[in-house]
């Protein structure tokens, strides 16, 4: 890290904290668009074939009660009022039950529609019987019939609806299992990637600033000394970003000091000790450290 420019570095660390970001926004829209996907399977699908099959067992009903008071009316009108009846229960069914055959793919519910289908082919030829016999006048013929076959094709029939109903039931049930799960796995996944994003984000803030203060410290620390006139230290830095050159610079002018303050004391030394001939290389060093240390030479002179 400390070989990336600054800028670069908090650059990388933004467009990091944008991906996770952008992860668990991504996320979060794909398991809503599971979890819509499994609603919208329970309520338009699931459910709406219960509720076909349930107006299909409500029209039996329908049926059996215009038949039972059809057997009991004591005039031919009443009779004949209550048979009126049928057709539209029968239109009825058909209607739901051409629904659910053109949306029942599975192999169970179609098993389970066929059931139905031959269960109201048995319902329906009784009940072409017991109002042709109704019809006739035959009414105790009717009410045997009714008593009997017709009773145990019409339990057939309720049975077979009810164990459709049943069956798509059991469908709506697994539907609501799986939303639920897909609700609680997307929960997690967010909580996991926001909790990631988190850790992640303090983990690059904490190098990032340590990466900038460590070194900052370092430079304001050896300036700090060499206010004081200490130049005994040793600065370095190999990083290649805008502190490790700041770094490289103080020590640069450390350096340089160091060696203006070594020839003047070398100076200093030798006219105290009356070498009054030594001369310090002024060209060796830059700007006004060689303009002080030509001074000493030419005060020598």
């Known amino acids: 890290m400390k070989n990336l420019k600054i800028g670069l570095r908090l650059g990388i660390a933004f467009a990091l904290v944008l991906v996770l970001m952008a992860v668990i926004s991504l996320t979060s829209i794909n398991r809503i668009g599971l979890l819509a996907g499994e609603v919208d399977i329970l309520v338009t699908d699931r459910y709406v074939k219960t509720v076909w099959a349930n107006n299909v067992l409500d029209e039996i009903n329908v049926t059996a009660r215009a038949v039972r008071n059809a057997v009991i009316a004591t005039t031919p009108e009443e009779t004949g009022n209550e048979l009126n009846r049928l057709p539209a229960a029968s239109a009825t069914i058909t209607e739901n039950l051409d629904k659910l055959q053109s949306t029942i793919t599975s192999d169970e519910g179609v098993a389970l529609l066929g059931k139905v289908q031959a269960a109201r082919e048995e319902y329906v030829g009784m009940l072409n019987r017991i109002t042709a016999l109704l019809r006739a006048g035959q009414d105790a013929a009717a009410a045997k019939l009714l008593l009997g076959g017709m009773r145990n094709a019409q339990a057939n029939y309720m049975g077979a609806i009810n164990g459709?109903?049943?069956?798509?039931?059991?469908?709506?049930?697994?539907?609501?299992?799986?939303?639920?799960?897909?609700?609680?796995?997307?929960?997690?996944?967010?909580?996991?990637?926001?909790?990631?994003?988190?850790?992640?984000?303090?983990?690059?803030?904490?190098?990032?600033?340590?990466?900038?203060?460590?070194?900052?410290?370092?430079?304001?620390?050896?300036?700090?000394?060499m206010a004081q006139g200490d130049f005994d230290f040793e600065l370095k830095s190999d990083a290649k970003d805008e502190i490790g050159e700041v770094v490289r610079a103080v020590g640069e002018v450390q350096g340089s000091v160091k060696a203006m303050v070594a020839d003047a004391n070398m100076l200093a030394k030798a006219a105290v000790e009356g070498r009054l001939a030594t001369r310090a290389d002024a060209d060796k060093h830059e700007g006004e450290f060689r303009d002080i240390v030509a001074g000493v030479n030419n005060t020598l002179d």
């Open 164 to 225: 459709l109903i049943a069956f798509q039931g059991q469908l709506m049930t697994e539907d609501g299992i799986q939303a639920h799960d897909a609700a609680e796995q997307g929960r997690l996944m967010i909580i996991i990637l926001g909790a990631a994003a988190l850790i992640i984000g303090t983990l690059l803030a904490f190098l990032i600033t340590l990466s900038i203060t460590r070194p900052v410290a370092q430079v304001s620390g050896a300036a700090r000394k």
